[in-house]
């Protein structure tokens, strides 16, 4: 055996005091936790790719619009808990110019980042119709909408949609939905962390199906545009992002300005609710809160709750990103490419070492090259892999906490440095000497 970077004392010292008993399961704090706590105790730089937090700085024209609107006096008011007319017309404009559908401005509100779109979202769907109480996803995804329906006490079912793309996705789907009692349906396009990207005819059949069991398809953005097979990049032509709007009126689309605007830190996001279901009354949600209609009761009920309202001077750097993309003055998806170049070097490098990208195939395509993508090692589960990745400075999260069936590790690109490169190379060439399989 070759001396592995950091001593494996150390790492297992910390994953023991951190009171961390399967580290398949380990969340993603506790993952970043160890990582710190082992750098720091070893001196050896950790390559570090278990965060999703974005990688660039912030859009300056975000920043300098914040700013103004901070120096015009913003700070001392309430925001409208509908949100600021300003971006609520610029994020209309914005899904017509880079979906390619009609969602009037009333129809668009701000919220404290997606996860507070979703939490707002869950609760709404959920007391829709009192015999509909679960919601479920297409899996893998993001772990914390999970937890949110744990603190709400909302159920919830999953399905790994590994096994169930193109024509398989329609029957598995409806599975589910005909026992009557699914009030959602969520997934996220590009996915976190497989980053498959869902086909306009799979969103077709969603679609239609959400209309027939009359389920609220609530579409997660957070990666917007970032399928680079594509040049989604022109406002206002085809291609555009594909999504589930065009084929049913029972959607929520979740916009964040986290990714695409590397504008997280600001907390911040819209979520943009059909025209129809916007004003649509169900019964039990009209009973419990006064005779109003989805779109109200979500706004003026369930994030006036939250948070009275979403950061007012944020409003307006969101809303200058979305103009100016919609304008054509600013190319997010130009800033933001990195990613995917990021992600091809990574993959070259594990896959040189024995590595093998988990979710490889994107139906009849190679996976898209983006912000995240999945590695597994012949003989090692996910666990395993994570804990032993400890050793040689690699942090990384197991795709079960993602709610995948699969063995295998996301792998984030967004913290990765130049230099870190040649650092992985030589680290993973140890890492196929020390963990000898037959393909050797």
């Keep these: 055996m070759i001396e592995t970077p950091i001593k494996k004392e150390i790492v297992d010292g910390l994953i023991q005091e951190l009171g961390i008993t399967d580290f398949a399961k380990a969340t993603i704090r506790e993952v970043k936790q160890v990582a710190a706590k082992s750098e720091k105790a070893s001196g050896v730089e950790f390559i570090k790719m278990e965060m999703g937090i974005p990688g660039l700085p912030a859009a300056q024209v975000g920043v300098d619009a914040q700013i103004k609107a901070l120096q015009d006096g913003i700070a001392h008011s309430y925001p409208d808990i509908q949100g600021a007319p300003v971006l609520k017309e610029a994020a209309s404009q914005f899904v017509k110019a880079f979906i390619g559908v009609d969602i009037k401005p009333e129809g668009c509100v701000p919220v404290s980042g997606s996860m507070q779109g979703t939490f707002a979202s869950f609760l709404t769907c959920s ?50 939905l005909s026992q009557g009692n699914i009030c959602a349906i969520v997934y996220s396009n590009p996915n976190n962390p497989s980053w498959i990207c869902l086909r306009e005819e799979e969103l077709k059949v969603i679609g239609e199906l959400a209309t027939k069991y009359d389920a609220v398809v609530m579409e997660d953005l957070a990666y917007f545009a970032m399928d680079f097979r594509k040049d989604l990049s022109t406002p206002f032509q085809p291609p555009y992002q594909a999504t589930v709007a065009r084929y049913t009126d029972n959607y929520m689309l979740l916009i964040s300005g986290s990714k695409a605007f590397s504008y997280a830190g600001e907390r911040i996001g819209v979520t943009c609710i059909s025209d129809k279901l916007f004003h649509r009354h169900f019964d039990d949600l009209a009973n419990r809160y006064e005779g109003l209609p989805f779109g109200p009761v979500f706004s003026t009920r369930m994030l006036y ?45 594990f896959c040189r070492h024995n590595f093998y990208v988990v979710y490889d195939k994107d139906l009849d395509e190679p996976i898209a090259d983006g912000f995240y993508f999945t590695i597994g090692y012949p003989g090692m589960t996910s666990g395993q892999l994570a804990h032993e990745l400890m050793y040689y400075g690699v942090s990384a999260i197991c795709l079960i906490t993602c709610g995948s069936e699969q063995e295998g590790l996301r792998v984030c690109t967004s913290f990765i440095e130049d230099h870190q490169y040649d650092m992985l190379e030589e680290r993973m060439k140890i890492f196929e000497q020390n963990n000898p399989t037959t393909n050797n």
Excluded: N, W
């Design 127 to 176: 007391q829709c119709d009192k015999k509909k109480d679960t919601v479920l996803f297409i899996d893998p995804g993001f772990p914390v909408q999970k937890m949110q329906l744990q603190v709400m006490g909302v159920k919830f079912k999953t399905f790994d949609v590994y096994d169930f793309r193109g024509e398989k996705l329609g029957p598995k789907l409806e599975s589910y």
């Design 305 to 349: 709750a939250l948070s009275s309202g979403t950061s007012h001077s944020a409003q307006y750097a969101m809303a200058a990103m979305l103009k100016a993309a919609t304008d054509g003055t600013y190319d997010f998806r130009k800033e933001i490419s990195v990613y995917g170049e990021r992600a091809k070097k990574l993959k070259e490098i």
